[in-house]
């Protein structure tokens, strides 16, 4: 969730508040507001420096992925932390991945992650309010969903998500159509999680087109606005956003009868949820009735929506749609698709009864898609770094003796660990079935006690460290009590997609050997836009 970066931001507009962050950031000298500790190095300065050098602070905006990896291999692997100049004026505190454990056993008043995702996100300019992200009720019912309940509301996601591909991929099977991948990957995933967040407008185009610019803009205005010193903001960042509020009228419009209706049925049935639609809104909704009261005017509830679609929308559909890219690159070398395709035929086989057909225990037994879809996050997730913080007290200090000033951020680097060759051979090259071998070299192995199932905090499941949902060995996902909860619905929804896509269309580039590769944007890696893709429904599915 800590995406701040967008592919609709146009890159000259980008450059440009680069240019200006730096340049404010060397006129104001902010860093002498929060002096860091003198022990803690900064990133690419001499060892006395007191400031970054505007060579430093540029290669955050235009050359990030080198900044990274020196500070994973420079720093982070060898158990040291350092400064490093982020966005705007800010400066963040990476520390080493020894320190990951005492980070994730200090209480949310020492180090607070909603603070830190606050911070990066803007929202109280944006959407008005802070309290979208630090009042984490809709969080907390959001979870128990996830974890406890999903299996009672995946039916309908995978009766939209086999719909939403048919109708972007169309059902012809005798002439190919030409795609765009990541805009239409883009918009099964919207239908698909609409249908999981709330089904208020049924299939209605133009609402779900608002509902990918919201997101898309609530994402945009949390990076201009976090490019601005803090005195600043209070002056300029919501007439940064007015872009986001037009969207949020246009988006409450939509929105608004449904949500009406459907509080006048709580208000009428106050105790009976036997007539409840069944989705995330609904219990949002009997939530905020009993407990949130003050959040149930429309224009409240359409900031929580815009929330909840940024949680599994947004990193979602890029997922899905690096991927399938991924699946369709690596088949020549991998025979990916046909491997795939026959796992998805006997899963289906497997289970008679179509109602509990993505049921955990099934769902588990696709290894090879599984695997897909890990080696896909391993190389491509948006963040690439992981687990932020924000010091909430003054005296703090780390589990190595690390004084941490009130109000710093402190993360780890992840992309560049998940793109180590000492960790992963061959670690750039996309392997699909990497992680099939992984758990097959533990099941033959009785010495290697660390790659035994272990037990997931979340849902008490106990699985392999190289499956899709643990938090093991990887950054993802995050770690212990706080790891992503919406992991659950992206494992069910890449399985489900892949297995009905691949199995019941071909699909093929259009250009097989010059396509664009992902790019850095400042920290986060995106798809490209404007890969094309050619798809053909099959006569008979297989």
Request: glycine fraction near 4%; include cysteine.
């Amino acid at each position: 969730m800590t995406s701040l970066g967008s592919a609709v931001v146009q890159y000259s507009g980008f450059i440009s508040l680069a240019i200006i962050a730096v340049v404010l950031s060397l006129l104001y000298r902010i860093d002498l507001a929060r002096q860091f500790p003198k022990e803690l190095s900064l990133i690419r300065e001499r060892s006395n420096a007191k400031h970054f050098s505007i060579k430093t602070r540029l290669a955050f905006y235009f050359r990030c992925s080198s900044l990274y990896h020196d500070i994973w291999e420079k720093f982070s692997k060898k158990g040291l932390p350092v400064l490093v100049p982020t966005l705007g004026t800010r400066k963040d505190i990476f520390l080493p991945n020894g320190s990951i454990k005492w980070v994730l056993s200090q209480p949310a008043s020492v180090l607070g992650m909603w603070e830190a995702f606050s911070e990066m996100f803007q929202l109280g300019h944006s959407l008005g309010h802070e309290k979208y992200m630090l009042d984490t009720w809709t969080v907390d019912v959001s979870r128990k969903v996830l974890t406890q309940d999903l299996e009672d509301f995946i039916d309908p996601v995978w009766e939209e998500l086999q719909l939403a591909v048919e109708d972007f991929f169309g059902l012809d099977t005798e002439n190919w159509c030409t795609l765009d991948l990541l805009e239409t990957i883009r918009k099964v995933i919207n239908r698909a999680s609409s249908r999981f967040a709330g089904t208020l407008t049924g299939r209605n185009d133009d609402y779900l087109t608002t509902v990918i610019k919201s997101i898309d803009s609530v994402v945009a205005n949390a990076g201009v606005v976090g490019f601005m010193p803090v005195s600043l903001r209070p002056i300029f960042g919501r007439l940064a956003c007015w872009n986001t509020h037009s969207m949020l009228v246009a988006l409450e419009s939509h929105v608004k009868v449904a949500l009406e209706k459907r509080l006048a049925h709580i208000t009428s049935n106050p105790d009976d949820e036997s007539t409840d639609p069944v989705d995330l809104e609904q219990r949002l909704l009997r939530y905020a009735f009993q407990h949130r009261p003050s959040e149930l005017q429309t224009s409240n509830l359409t900031r929580r929506l815009v929330m909840t679609n940024l949680g599994f929308v947004y990193q979602g559909s890029f997922a899905a749609a690096n991927m399938v890219r991924n699946i369709l690159e690596s088949d020549s070398k991998h025979d990916t698709i046909a491997i795939l395709r026959d796992e998805a035929k006997h899963f289906k086989a497997a289970e008679p009864d179509a109602s509990r057909l993505w049921r955990r225990q099934n769902i588990s037994r696709m290894v090879f898609a599984d695997s897909a879809a890990r080696e896909s996050l391993r190389l491509n997730t948006v963040p690439t770094r992981a687990l932020v913080r924000q010091v909430m007290v003054d005296g703090l200090k780390t589990d190595t003796g690390l004084p941490l000033p009130k109000g710093a951020l402190v993360s780890f680097v992840s992309q560049p660990m998940h793109t180590d060759p000492d960790l992963f051979p061959d670690p750039n090259t996309y392997d699909p079935f990497r992680f099939v071998r992984l758990r097959e070299a533990d099941s033959n192995s009785d010495a290697k006690k660390e790659s035994q199932p272990s037990t997931d905090t979340a849902d008490g499941t106990l699985r392999s460290p190289h499956s899709f949902l643990s938090t093991a060995n990887l950054l993802i996902f995050g770690r212990g009590r706080n790891s992503c909860p919406g992991r659950y619905l992206v494992d069910c929804q890449l399985k489900m997609l892949i297995s009905y896509l691949f199995t019941h269309y071909d699909i093929k580039f259009v250009d097989e050997k010059d396509r664009p590769t992902n790019k850095w944007l400042l920290e986060f890696i995106f798809p490209p836009k404007g890969v094309k893709i050619v798809a053909r429904r099959r006569a008979t599915a297989q």
